[in-house]
């Protein structure tokens, strides 16, 4: 059954709906890969087969009574852990939560079920999803299945490296600083961070803020677009949702990439560091797309002073999330949390308020560049898969990080401005580990996003520089 783990999910999708692939056959082979792989590479973690059996088994039988199939019928899907999944152990990669089984499935995750996906098992994250590498004292550490040395990535990585080795067709991740995008890029698959309040999610700490956002992991752009069909909606409870057709998801446009005015920066003009090897890599990838737009020009929008914005934001946010935690369990909690609430409360109100006003004028310099563009192109990360015995690296392209998220502002500076933006592979890096890059999309653009991202996922399948070959799941296999 190893073949099916290697479909499509809108192959396998296609498949089910005519009758022609059992979704029973799709569960157990993703199962028999996960029996198979997961030792190695820990990125599934609680799972919940008798349950996936039983909507599995009815899924096939909705098939053969002729019923309205939805747009995710019988697909396995995985679940990252911080989302609640009711009967299923989730613990948000923290003791403090070590034993809890939701009651209840969170929203987003039943209106996956709704949209006939099979929930299979949660995904390794670090603790409250804080950091770029997927380690917490629950399960351990996830394992990049390219390199079992090396990092995953985070904080979806336990997701990237399930959808990356076949275990699952499709994941789901959450994106703060990048948490969807870092571990695409070293895993070698496709993350999608969608415009703020697309995925609506009812229980935002904070009511208005670009930060956290829930997406899709797949190993294909058109997979990452219909699992959308199942995440997208609007929902009251959450302030920056608002109306929008998930179903649109189900087809993309065709794009002409010719037609299209793009911009590429490897560094936002010096203000995001970026290692030796990835600037090479990215350059190289830059040189390979030159042909393939009607505008291709290096340009970055103004952004001075935008790393101590992020910094004071991110405080804020961590603040509304987790200061009763610090405050009564700090010896338990990651270093990187305690670290941010520590930050945080070193601060003022005048201090949030001068970020929030930053950022307000970062914002518009942001529209403005991208005034006349169509999508932006940058590195998917700042440096390379680190080794998990190194961790989160000290210095980046020569510069001293000041914290932890300073490697991250490739991606967080995104982030900020809200656009959505997907992460698609794109050749080896200096490591020869897989390297991707970051496009992004106008403001609200999603639909149009990942309809261009298609075309270009497309054009570079006939680049052999921009190829990424799958993990060899023979190293990975106990």
């Known amino acids: 059954m190893s073949e099916l ?17 059992s979704p029973v056959a799709l569960l157990e082979a993703c199962i028999e890969r996960i029996e198979a792989v997961n030792p190695a590479v820990n990125a599934v973690v609680a799972t919940d087969y008798a349950r996936a059996r039983e909507d599995a088994a009815a899924a096939e039988r909705a098939v053969r009574d002729g019923a309205e199939l939805g747009p995710l019928h019988g697909l396995p899907v995985g679940i990252k852990d911080l989302n609640a999944t009711a009967g299923l152990r989730t613990t948000y990669g923290s003791l403090l939560h070590a034993d809890h089984v939701p009651d209840a499935d969170e929203a987003l ?3 996956l079920r709704a949209a006939g996906a099979i929930v299979v098992a949660k995904t390794n994250t670090p603790e409250f999803g804080s950091g770029s590498n997927t380690t917490n004292k629950v399960y351990g550490s996830t394992r990049n299945p390219y390199d079992l040395d090396r990092t995953s990535g985070g904080s979806s990585g336990g997701s990237a490296a399930a959808v990356s080795t076949g275990m699952l067709p499709l994941a789901h991740g959450s994106d703060t600083f990048g948490s969807l995008r870092n571990p695409a890029t070293w895993c070698g698959v496709v993350g999608f961070r969608p415009t703020p309040g697309l995925v609506a999610r009812e229980n935002r700490a904070l009511n208005y803020t670009h930060f956290s956002v829930q997406g899709p992991m797949a190993r294909n752009v058109g997979d990452a677009a219909l699992m959308m069909t199942g995440l997208a909606a609007d929902d009251p409870r959450d302030a920056m949702s608002g109306p929008c057709d998930p179903a649109s998801f189900a087809s993309l446009e065709t794009v002409d990439l010719s037609r299209l005015k793009v911009a590429w920066s490897v560094d936002f003009d010096g203000e995001a560091p970026v290692d030796d090897g990835i600037r090479d890599s990215f350059k190289a990838c830059a040189g390979a797309l030159a042909g393939l737009f009607g505008g291709f020009t290096e340009a970055s929008p103004p952004v001075p002073g935008i790393r101590d914005v992020l910094w004071t934001l991110r405080c804020l946010y961590y603040l509304a999330n987790h200061a009763e935690r610090v405050r009564d ?18 601060m003022s109100l005048a201090d949030a308020g001068a970020a929030e006003k930053a950022w307000s004028r970062l914002h518009a310099g942001f529209q403005a560049f991208f005034a006349d563009l169509d999508l932006f192109i940058l590195p998917g990360n700042a440096v390379g898969a680190f080794r998990l015995e190194d961790g989160i690296p000290k210095t980046v392209g020569g510069r001293v990080m000041e914290n932890y998220v300073d490697a991250s502002l490739v991606r967080s500076i995104v982030t900020l401005m809200g656009h959505p933006v997907i992460a698609i592979p794109c050749g080896t890096d200096h490591l020869g580990l897989p390297f991707g890059v970051q496009v992004v999309g106008k403001w609200r653009g999603d639909h149009q996003l990942l309809s261009a991202a298609a075309a270009l996922e497309a054009a570079l399948a006939g680049i052999p520089s921009c190829a990424v070959a799958p993990p060899d799941l023979e190293k990975l296999r106990t």
């Open 5 to 21: 783990c290697q479909l499509s999910a809108v192959e396998a999708r296609r498949l089910i709906g005519v009758g022609e692939l």
């Open 109 to 111: 995750v039943a209106r």
């Open 329 to 346: 369990h700090a010896d338990v909690l990651s270093p990187t949390i305690v670290a941010n609430v520590e930050a945080g409360l070193g």
